[in-house]
């Protein structure tokens, strides 16, 4: 489980280098290294879920047709949101979600879901990414190894470093990175979120960056209460 092709840290490093989304192994590593002002912290799971769950349902009231990026680690965790999943994937452009999958899918009126291996930094993360031009946001999160251990600790209680915003231009990278993954299970689908981005405007509201940090602090007591 601990031991995947590219670490997190790694990839950011790597995407820092070179300021390139292409081949990124990690959707949290082309967001963190894009230059925008997010602070990352360390949340626990139960936080991550809350946070993730207020994102899926404001999508589900303002956002017309999204494209709609989830990233789960294990099937089991997708398995427990499907049904959210499946009503937000009925008004988007495109819906795609990375677990486990034995196999790519395709199910009627649900996302495409994408296998990811073993070897991959992003079976390690967490993702959850609404792109629509009147509403977006995107949190991502990675586990970090050595702090809390998936057979060891209570399921809500492990650790994870999340970053997450508003932020139109950093949501839209989020889903770039996550096309190019696309593309290396199915190439065609890949393409054709990456020409949905082309043209696709971004949210036309950017949010303030003190709103974002005003946020991420009520975010940091609520999860150490």
């Not at 670490?7 to 070179?18: Q, V």
């Not at 997708?78 to 990375?98: H, N, T």
């Not at 994408?114 to 509403?135: K, R």
């Not at 299970?185 to 036309?204: N, Q, S, T, V």
Request: hydrophobic residues 40%.
């Amino acid at each position: 489980y601990r031991h995947r092709g590219l670490s997190i840290p790694a990839a950011i490093e790597r995407a820092k280098e070179d300021g390139s989304i292409a081949d990124r192994p990690s959707i949290y590593a082309a967001v963190a290294s894009s230059g925008r002002e997010i602070r990352p912290q360390v949340l626990k799971k139960s936080s991550l879920m809350a946070l993730s769950r207020a994102i899926e349902h404001e999508a589900l009231a303002c956002a017309v047709s999204p494209i709609l990026i989830g990233a789960f680690q294990h099937e089991g965790f997708y398995r427990a949101v499907e049904p959210r999943y499946k009503q937000i994937a009925k008004q988007a452009d495109a819906a795609v979600v990375f677990a486990d999958f034995e196999r790519q899918r395709e199910p009627k009126g649900g996302p495409v879901e994408i296998p990811i291996s073993s070897e991959d930094a992003l079976g390690n993360e967490w993702a959850v990414v609404v792109d629509s031009p009147g509403y977006c946001a995107c949190l991502l999160a990675w586990e970090q190894p050595g702090v809390t251990e998936p057979d060891e600790d209570p399921d809500l209680d492990r650790r994870f470093e999340a970053i997450w915003t508003l932020d139109p231009i950093a949501t839209r990278r989020a889903s770039q990175a996550a096309a190019r993954l696309v593309s290396r299970c199915d190439p065609k689908l890949g393409a054709e979120i990456d020409e949905l981005l082309i043209d696709r405007p971004l949210a036309f509201e950017e949010p303030s960056p003190a709103l974002t940090a005003l946020t991420n602090r009520v975010v940091a007591y609520l999860d150490a209460a």
